[in-house]
């Protein structure tokens, strides 16, 4: 739950009005209540199409005693089970022959510890074709590999020798993977190399063809010389992925980024020439990085792929074309991590500097951008399938939540990205942004189900000035804004257009406005700002009201508020007859009685759906306004 500025409606239950409602809010709370968890991320956002093999102790529920529960710290591990969804996990049967499990490793996460050579530790998968092998490993020893052949398998992959042979000129054996600059690319921590010169390892490790073999993770391998050995006494395997294809590089820099963020390893990457993704701090914003990314023509990731392939994004994914209009355009990198927040919605959240309505997603995303054409397209897909099971619903308006400093949005800015187009999907709602829009910081999805999202305003107030309404503003962003439609209501008129402003240039937020209405009506005289876009699109202020003369309705009492079913009005004296209007957020008129008010009335509003609602009291030329929430 975010802190107190973004606060949780204690009513969920009547949110939904509608079948199709009612259905995503149960899914919702099915996933709550039986504590069901999305598996729809795949490493770096890559998706599962190549994936064969995903072993990773950052989710320590894949790390198996011989029990099948969770192995504490410590205790031996029978079973590494397999992400992948390809069922290819990593066992051992012999309780002397099992690795070991051990907490608070690297980064605040486990790692798979093979603690001695004597009894030969290892554990072994079913058969699998491998092309491509990402590693994170502790190597205490040298050389040593990620995967490797015990005396039970015979496939391995190491680091260490020249392409051909060991550092003793020993000629590899025939189930080995050479690996090394003479023969198939191995990368280490973002550096093509033959030989390790760091004891944290980011391995990448490609054959020339794929390799179809089962697999192990063990302190020895086939061979007897001194080097054809695996896991060094105490070494540490954190995770491990295979494909059966080769990874083209911006692929290859997108998987090191997600295993360096994640396992706190950043500082092993490149420090020039190589796009290295850097959370707020080594064990914050560093889960689940996704990205896209483009080194040249040839070399290219463009999409996430999307939640109909089985998902991979956790709840956000990027897609840009190459066009001279795309962020793609030029070589660069946009990727982003989250911090390990539940997939669940806050409903009618208290949103610091938006006024309004607004519901929004837990979970929030890092983003950072590297390069690419700065002025650039690029889109943005949030997937509601991926984050918590549910779908978009297309009468909803959808908006991107930006914060520069504050991932809870409860400091700092809250700024609503300005995109060119927004869409919604089966399963996606799809933002199209200018990379200007897009600096690096905390994003997240958010939306109205009442209409457009609200102005951003730090500040809106109506005060008297004499015989005259002030109105006082401040816009907390100007990315897309044309001008301000200043529009009164009063006695049994709607709104109306008073006056207009325009927006002050520029793309900063802060601009403060001002409007006197120098002939307010008598009564109760309410007013609201239209922001209206570049592009045509439009939102509302919160309604402000002033009241410029006495009238006996200013005694009137409207409760309960929220309401459910029926309206309790009371007036302190008999009015006679009375003028009510109930209209919505919009303007317009959902209700009309024309009552004789004595001193109480009941009025049933339970055929209003759920929302923000204006009641209104007219008698002559004297009207009183006031704000209900129909639950």
């Known amino acids: 739950m975010r802190s107190a500025n973004i606060q949780r409606n204690d009513n969920m239950h009547s949110l939904y009005p509608n079948g199709k409602k009612i259905i995503a809010f149960c899914m919702l709370m099915a996933c709550m209540a039986f504590g069901f968890s999305q598996n729809n991320y795949y490493p770096g956002g890559l998706g599962n199409t190549n994936l064969k093999l995903w072993l990773t102790a950052a989710d320590p529920t894949t790390i198996l005693n011989a029990a099948g529960t969770q192995a504490a710290n410590n205790a031996a591990i029978a079973k590494w089970v397999d992400k992948s969804g390809n069922l290819k996990s990593a066992v051992q049967g012999t309780a002397a022959a099992r690795p070991v499990n051990k907490t608070n490793q690297l980064n605040g996460r486990a790692g798979v510890v093979f603690t001695s050579a004597t009894p030969t530790q290892y554990m072994t998968g079913a058969s699998t074709t491998f092309q491509t092998m990402v590693a994170v490993r502790i190597m205490l020893g040298?050389?040593?590999?990620?995967?490797?052949?015990?005396?039970?398998?015979?496939?391995?992959?190491?680091?260490?020798?020249?392409?051909?042979?060991?550092?003793?000129?020993?000629?590899?054996?025939?189930?080995?993977?050479?690996?090394?600059?003479?023969?198939?690319?191995?990368?280490?921590?973002?550096?093509?190399?033959?030989?390790?010169?760091?004891?944290?390892?980011?391995?990448?490790?490609?054959?020339?063809?794929?390799?179809?073999?089962?697999?192990?993770?063990?302190?020895?391998?086939?061979?007897?010389?001194?080097?054809?050995?695996?896991?060094?006494?105490?070494?540490?395997?954190y995770e491990i992925l295979g494909y059966?294809?080769?990874?083209?590089?911006?692929?290859?820099?997108?998987?090191?980024?997600?295993?360096?963020?994640?396992?706190?390893?950043?500082?092993?990457?490149?420090?020039?020439?190589?796009?290295?993704?850097?959370?707020?701090?080594?064990?914050?914003?560093?889960?689940?990085?996704?990205?896209?990314?483009?080194?040249?023509?040839?070399?290219?990731?463009?999409?996430?792929?999307?939640?109909?392939?089985?998902?991979?994004?956790?709840?956000?994914?990027?897609?840009?074309?190459?066009?001279?209009?795309?962020?793609?355009?030029?070589?660069?990198?946009?990727?982003?991590?989250?911090?390990?927040?539940?997939?669940?919605?806050?409903?009618?959240?208290?949103?610091?500097?938006?006024?309004?309505?607004?519901?929004?997603?837990?979970?929030?995303?890092?983003?950072?951008?590297?390069?690419?054409?700065?002025?650039?397209?690029?889109?943005?897909?949030?997937?509601?399938?991926?984050?918590?099971?549910?779908?978009?619903?297309?009468?909803?308006?959808?908006?991107?939540?930006?914060?520069?400093?504050?991932?809870?949005?409860?400091?700092?800015?809250?700024?609503?990205?300005?995109?060119?187009?927004?869409?919604?999907?089966?399963?996606?709602?799809?933002?199209?942004?200018?990379?200007?829009?897009?600096?690096?910081?905390?994003?997240?999805?958010?939306?109205?189900?009442?209409?457009?999202l609200p102005i951003l305003l730090s500040r809106f107030e109506a005060t008297k000035a004499g015989t005259a309404g002030r109105l006082d503003w401040t816009l907390s962003e100007n990315l897309h804004g044309d001008h301000f439609d200043i529009q009164r209501a009063g006695g049994d008129s709607a709104f109306s257009t008073i006056g207009t402003l325009p927006v002050s240039p520029g793309q900063a937020g802060g601009q403060q406005y001002h409007f006197t209405d120098e002939h307010p009506l008598a009564g109760i005289n309410e007013y609201r700002l239209k922001l209206v876009d570049i592009d045509g699109r439009f939102s509302y202020s919160p309604v402000r009201a002033l009241s410029f003369g006495q009238s006996a309705l200013l005694s009137?009492?409207?409760?309960?508020?929220?309401?459910?079913?029926?309206?309790?009005?009371?007036?302190?004296?008999?009015?006679?007859?009375?003028?009510?209007?109930?209209?919505?957020?919009?303007?317009?008129?959902?209700?009309?009685?024309?009552?004789?008010?004595?001193?109480?009335?009941?009025?049933?509003?339970?055929?209003?759906?759920?929302?923000?609602?204006?009641?209104?009291?007219?008698?002559?030329?004297?009207?009183?306004t006031q704000k209900i929430i129909k639950k």
């Open 556 to 624: 009137l009492q409207v409760y309960p508020n929220p309401v459910d079913g029926e309206l309790q009005i009371s007036s302190a004296s008999p009015l006679g007859n009375v003028s009510i209007q109930i209209t919505d957020e919009t303007g317009r008129l959902v209700l009309a009685r024309q009552v004789n008010m004595l001193k109480w009335l009941t009025l049933p509003v339970s055929e209003l759906s759920r929302g923000i609602y204006f009641i209104r009291f007219m008698t002559g030329s004297a009207s009183y």
């Open 142 to 237: 040298t050389p040593s590999a990620a995967v490797g052949g015990s005396t039970n398998t015979d496939f391995s992959i190491r680091g260490g020798g020249n392409g051909t042979s060991y550092g003793d000129g020993t000629p590899f054996n025939a189930n080995d993977w050479p690996t090394g600059t003479a023969g198939p690319n191995q990368w280490l921590n973002g550096t093509l190399s033959s030989a390790g010169s760091s004891t944290y390892h980011i391995l990448v490790s490609a054959a020339n063809a794929p390799v179809t073999h089962t697999y192990s993770l063990s302190t020895t391998f086939k061979g007897t010389d001194a080097f054809a050995r695996g896991m060094y006494g105490g070494d540490a395997v």
């Open 244 to 452: 059966n294809n080769t990874l083209n590089n911006t692929q290859r820099i997108i998987l090191e980024n997600y295993e360096a963020s994640g396992w706190g390893l950043t500082g092993k990457l490149p420090s020039s020439g190589y796009s290295v993704f850097t959370p707020p701090t080594a064990s914050t914003y560093n889960r689940n990085l996704v990205g896209i990314g483009k080194i040249s023509a040839l070399d290219y990731f463009l999409a996430n792929p999307s939640a109909a392939a089985n998902g991979s994004t956790d709840g956000l994914g990027f897609s840009s074309a190459t066009g001279t209009h795309d962020f793609l355009y030029l070589p660069g990198f946009i990727m982003a991590a989250h911090n390990g927040q539940a997939n669940t919605t806050i409903l009618n959240a208290n949103i610091a500097g938006i006024s309004g309505s607004t519901n929004i997603w837990n979970r929030s995303w890092y983003i950072q951008k590297f390069n690419g054409l700065a002025t650039g397209n690029v889109t943005l897909n949030f997937s509601q399938l991926d984050y918590d099971g549910t779908s978009p619903d297309g009468s909803f308006s959808y908006g991107i939540l930006y914060n520069a400093t504050d991932g809870t949005f409860s400091s700092g800015t809250n700024l609503v990205v300005s995109s060119i187009s927004t869409s919604v999907g089966t399963n996606t709602v799809t933002f199209v942004v200018n990379a200007t829009n897009l600096p690096t910081g905390y994003y997240t999805l958010v939306w109205s189900e009442f209409g457009p």
